[in-house]
Antibody, heavy 116, light 112 residues
Framework: QLQLQESGPGLVKPSETLSLTCTVSGGSISSSSYYWGWIRQPPGKGLEWIGSIYYSGSTYYNPSLKSRVTISVDTSKNQFSLKLSSVTAADTAVYYC????????WGQGTLVTVSS | DVVMTQSPLSLPVTLGQPASISCRSSQSLVYSDGNTYLNWFQQRPGQSPRRLIYKVSNRDSGVPDRFSGSGSGTDFTLKISRVEAEDVGVYYCMQGTHWPWTFGQGTKVEIK
């Protein structure tokens, strides 16, 4: 059973870079069976797909965030990560890492607040 | 971006009664491979979302058969045949045909 766990700072200052890591257990980040992604949910609001990364290394970023977002994989640590630069209060949200392979797997989510 | 519009946004339901949620997309969700990548997600209070239905009408493993999905093109529906207490939460449709993948606003299902 694949399990995902997000980690990273819960508070980020405006204009800085938000960095989150998703640690994968119960499966290999290198598996061609999965694709990996990040989704966020502002408090009390709906869901937004931030981006995805595939086994091939191909990445797809939401154009609304594309200039600020980077998703990468660290196979040595069985992790994938999200970096979002130049954050503002509008980036305050619960960030979820997800994996899809037939079915979907979600982390528990981590709240990131952008505030000085 | 493809806009996904759900209705209603709030759905009070009596236990044991059926419930229906509509989802409309701003353009056809038929992909070039002939599949329609329309999913439904459930988010129970305080939990992460989970997918219930994929490609319009396919239930994910472990999803009760009281949940069903239907539709085509731009109009889709999620039905719960008999609502149970554990079905309380917010339901989202999501299209995976056109990048960026987009979600509906969510429909909050609550018990009357």
């Amino acid at each position: 059973q694949l399990q995902l766990q997000e980690s990273g700072p819960g508070l980020v200052k405006p204009s800085e870079t938000l960095s989150l890591t998703c640690t994968v257990s119960g499966g290999s980040i290198s598996s061609s069976s999965y694709y990996w992604g990040w989704i966020r949910q502002p408090p009390g609001k709906g869901l937004e797909w931030i981006g995805s990364i595939y086994y091939s290394g191909s990445t797809y970023y939401n154009p609304s965030l594309k200039s600020r977002v980077t998703i990468s994989v660290d196979t040595s640590k069985n992790q994938f990560s999200l970096k979002l630069s130049s954050v503002t209060a509008a980036d305050t949200a619960v960030y979820y890492c997800v994996a899809v392979a037939g079915r979907d797997y979600w982390g528990q989510g981590t709240l990131v607040t952008v505030s000085s | 971006d493809v806009v996904m519009t759900q209705s209603p946004l709030s759905l009070p339901v009596t236990l044991g009664q059926p419930a229906s949620i509509s989802c409309r997309s701003s353009q056809s969700l038929v992909y070039s491979d002939g599949n329609t990548y329309l999913n439904w997600f459930q988010q129970r209070p305080g939990q992460s979302p989970r997918r219930l239905i994929y490609k319009v009408s396919n239930r994910d493993s472990g999803v009760p058969d009281r949940f069903s999905g239907s539709g085509s093109g731009t109009d889709f529906t999620l039905k719960i045949s008999r609502v149970e207490a554990e079905d309380v939460g917010v339901y989202y449709c999501m299209q995976g045909t056109h990048w960026p993948w987009t979600f509906g606003q969510g429909t909050k299902v609550e018990i009357k």
